[in-house]
């Protein structure tokens, strides 16, 4: 190899670190924090489900509340439902919205799964929540925003809420600690295949 490229290498890579130790080393608050999962891309939900694994590895509790999915099984809940004591799962959603076409019952489920949503963000027994398609519900003003951010901010210092679903609000951005925008670049389903277990069920 050649000596003068590994040389500037571990320079850089000296730098680098040096860099990432300070980051490290002035990240001292240890507090829960609001995760946003937002935008039209595949995986929102995908990634909070692989933090449920991944507090389980660290034998803490999580509480999971669907908005949407209802209608049909998922893989995610079939597996954490293996786990009772350490993952309390609420299916509470009715199917998407263009399938119900009842506004006034996606009103009501969706403040019926916030009822139970604000059982365990009151309750600090619960170290993760996962609020699965909470954004859907806020985009069609089945929920009030400032509501649901009051209700946040009120929740156990040290609870961890992950949020997912397309089009969150503004508001709700601007509150959280760390917000990610999935972006599609392609999907297979605008090549005519259709949803797969494992995949997105």
């Given at each position: 190899m050649d000596t003068g490229k590994s040389e500037r290498h571990e320079k850089r890579m000296k730098r680098q670190k040096e860099i990432v130790d300070a980051g490290i080393s002035r990240a001292s608050e240890e507090r829960g924090i609001i995760i946003v999962h937002t935008g039209n891309g595949k995986g929102k939900s995908s990634s909070a489900f692989g933090m449920v694994a991944r507090s389980l590895g660290h034998n803490m509790r999580v509480g999971v509340v669907q908005f949407i999915k209802g209608a049909i099984e998922t893989g995610e809940e079939a597996f954490f439902r293996r786990f009772p004591?350490?993952?309390?799962?609420?299916?509470?959603?009715?199917?998407?919205?263009?399938?119900?076409?009842?506004?006034?019952?996606?009103?009501?489920?969706?403040?019926?799964?916030?009822?139970?949503a604000l059982k365990i963000l009151s309750d600090d027994s619960f170290d993760l929540v996962i609020l699965d398609e909470l954004n859907i519900a806020l985009k069609q003003k089945y929920l009030s925003v400032d509501e649901v951010i009051a209700d946040l901010q009120n929740r156990p210092l040290k609870q961890h809420v992950v949020i997912t679903g397309r089009g969150a609000p503004q508001a709700l951005i601007d509150v959280s600690d760390t917000v990610t925008e999935m972006r599609e670049i392609k999907h297979a389903y605008k090549a005519g295949i259709m949803a797969q277990k494992g995949v997105e069920l």
């Open positions: 004591d350490e993952v309390e799962f609420h299916v509470m959603g009715d199917g998407y919205t263009w399938d119900t076409q009842n506004l006034e019952q996606d009103i009501k489920t969706a403040r019926k799964a916030w009822a139970q």
